[in-house]
């Protein structure tokens, strides 16, 4: 509204677009989570809490932001083809970070109950452009073959820590030139753990996406659907939740499946093309 | 850490950096906080509560980011030729917005205990390179301009809609055409506002920075500092606060200077050469 | 090799690159060519000359960079997904139209060997990214359907100037209104041009492309070839181009096809499937 | 004037701008001047005509841009707050590459004509901000540092190669650990080069800019400009320059000053304070 003989510096603005009929990636990671997690008690190698916590933004952004098709991980957000702002890159990612911040605040109480936040946690973020839809692909594998890389050290780590007593150096010293099945061996013989039942949060991270439009329905099947959506069912999109092993007492949680009306959380394979197959629409 | 055939896609990111040894400002906005502001019973036209989170939002930022040198409003930060990041312009804008929004709802119950937040406000941000000390403060100048230009309009507008009870689209016609002095004149004639008097707070906006550090004391001299530092003294940059009108019925705050140790928030007028005169290092 | 305190100025240096696995384009215009092709005496509607001469260069550019998989009109590149350079944005970009500038200055002789340039053509160029097959063969639609419509209306209108001696104003009004069934009309009725005959250099442009390799060859298949290539053979790309008139007085030219030994000049249509479909190997 | 479905891929291009009120520099680059210079035959050390080719075309670009202030070099730019095409960059970058590209080509047989070009010469560019005075000053006297150590060590290198008679890869052998006095020592006891009196031109490149307009003038001064304008006088501008040796065998040239009307060009120092104090006006 205002009008000054200083408003000329609005010019200096330089915004970017992000290159039109392209996939994008927001990014988002904890800033000093390491330290964050220490403070808050967080369980090792895996606070359920904390996982669900960060899902829960990962949904409050999805519901905002219809244009987004699929979200992965702990962290990781991935947009569709979208006209959102005209493609503006920092206001697209600067929008995405502070929805995802200001939601893991918000709902902090609602995960953990009874620890105060003793300061405001931050998150960064970055765009990735994926030309094609292999690129895509490609990033969430890159993403998920990470999780499971991930995962199965601190697996080993913290039953180390926890259970054979050492200290965390000597944990890191003994685990440095181990290899995948050195890893699985050592859980199995050691500590009773059968890492392909450790919980598919953990092993795999959560995807979460819009389930397919059905294209017509009747009257009735309308109100079904409706009534459905009131119940919040829980769609079992994890069939073999049962071979999973959840009383091992390295995680403390209950592990239960939560799902949400119309976005999906899932912890499916997305390195296998099954997935794509089953969910074409989301490349589409 | 992890290793695999797809990390290859980590090379599409495309960092950019902030041009060196230019002053940049980080821009803070608040998204829908028209609708905010409403659900959530800011007063009008100036909520002394959500503006002092504005403010406590933008201490956080300073008190972890020691670049930035000033920030002023509502909503701008402003940074310091910085090597911080490596001037990764993402990283930068991402971090400041993440650790303001999160600051807003971590501070939240402190300055509105009685009115819960509804769901996670979010802001957006972008980056403006400003290379020379005159387009620095041509910037802040056109923010202080404007902040001027907008406070006048809605101290009229809801003076209007309050007390003389016309509707909102009604005052939006009457002031449609007006100017300045039309409106200094109609707070005054009308409804016994000196608009000089208003709360400099609403008038001026906040101005944040660091005191000039003093180069060497003696030992008493570094207790006393201690002291006072541990009083949080009140330092009274606003010498003319004595002219404020505090008491009209427009504004249901008591009016307070708030003032924190290290970092100082005033009201100054920041267009005119006194300010940068008195705090030459700023720029320097 | 050098050093000195002064060399931190490198730092200021901001490459940019093109974005991975995306197709790109250098598009490159004449800067001033309606003033460089009046006072150089461009036969008009066409000078085959200048477009042969445009070629050229558009050759010579895509000898030395042979990651270019097409080129066409009067002065556009089309890259593949090339790592030439790390993609490094204005290395590309300056690269291409230097040796494009610098050929056409080059070659003058060879196709204006009795026009004296007067001063030192200029060309400017830009990059732009198509990250999908259909993309860039939307790109270059674009391109053919403006080679046509330009050419149809130059074409028109230069009959007006040279034939119905009207003046260039009185024609530019004349045409302003008309659409292309008009323009053909009077093309054929008043000076006889079968706009369909017309040669297919100007209204089609010229596409440089490579020719498939073949996989393997026996010896005397390759000499064969040799031979050929030196002997420099006209591929017949255009073989409805009997249907030419190329007697008409508005061409002085004599229209012959240039075809050089391992780069295909030619003049088909680009934007039907038929191009593609024939030479699905540029986009594989 | 065209319009075709296909138009829509026009908003695929992203322009950017190069940031307001800033310095700039084109900083151009011979491409494969190694082999150019060789198989051109080049005089080594220096060749007189090459370097005055390159300052001719560097003219060529002054005269057609005159928000340039300053040119430096063999090869480089440097522009001013202009608001030339909006500041677009691509368009910039390559008008000035193109057109310093075209003019080499353009001039070469004035000062080569003996010696036919035997391919296009090509040259790359790009833009580089310097916001401050303080840093386009230190990139400038960057280049001059760099051009007298490449001098130095080239003067050096030839003389051994040409009158001691060893070959190029011993010369490099030999001078590898070598520092300034070591060269200098050499020159003198061995070849009987001064070096501090070698032609200013190799010594410290060439500085080109436009000598400052005096404010008003009389009638009779007006015409007596014209006058000297009309002779192309020379401003002698290094006065030392009889210091110079310019009849030792290494350099085959006659060195002469040479100096057009409107544009200076000399071969002062750039890097002390005096240069910017008698014109202070080019940075003001």
Chains 1, 2, 3, 4 share one sequence.
Not at 191 to 215: C, D, E, H
Request: net charge positive.
């Amino acid at each position: 509204m205002a009008c000054s003989k200083y408003e000329y510096v609005k010019s200096y603005e330089q915004p970017n677009r992000v290159l039109n009929n392209s996939w994008f990636v927001v990014r988002i990671d904890g800033c000093s989570f390491h330290e964050f997690t220490k403070s808050h008690n967080y369980d090792k190698p895996n606070d359920k809490n904390g996982l669900d916590l960060m899902n829960r933004a990962a949904e409050s952004v999805m519901r905002k932001i219809s244009d987004i098709i699929i979200a992965y991980g702990q962290s990781d957000e991935y947009r569709r083809k979208t006209n959102l702002w005209g493609r503006k890159s920092e206001k697209i990612l600067t929008y995405t970070v502070s929805l995802f911040t200001s939601s893991f605040v918000y709902y902090w109480d609602n995960f953990f109950p009874k620890i105060r936040l003793t300061h405001p946690p931050t998150f960064d973020g970055r765009i990735i452009i994926y030309p094609t839809d292999k690129d895509i692909r490609d990033y969430l594998s890159w993403r998920q073959v990470d999780c499971h890389i991930n995962n199965l050290y601190n697996t080993c780590f913290w039953a180390l820590v926890k259970f054979r007593n050492i200290s965390e150096k000597e944990a890191t010293e003994l685990l440095k030139h181990s290899v995948s099945s050195d890893k699985n061996e050592l859980l199995f013989s050691e500590f009773n753990i059968n890492y392909s039942k450790v919980p598919k949060q953990f092993r795999k991270g959560t995807v979460l996406y819009r389930p397919r439009q059905k294209a017509k329905k009747t009257r009735s099947e309308y109100f079904n659907m409706r009534d459905i959506r009131d119940k919040e069912v829980v769609i079992d999109d994890t069939k073999d939740s049962s071979d999973e092993d959840i009383t091992h007492p390295i995680w403390r949680c209950k592990y239960e499946e939560i799902t949400i009306n119309n976005i999906l959380k899932c912890h499916q394979d997305i390195i296998q093309d099954a997935f794509w197959i089953d969910n074409e629409y989301l490349l589409a």
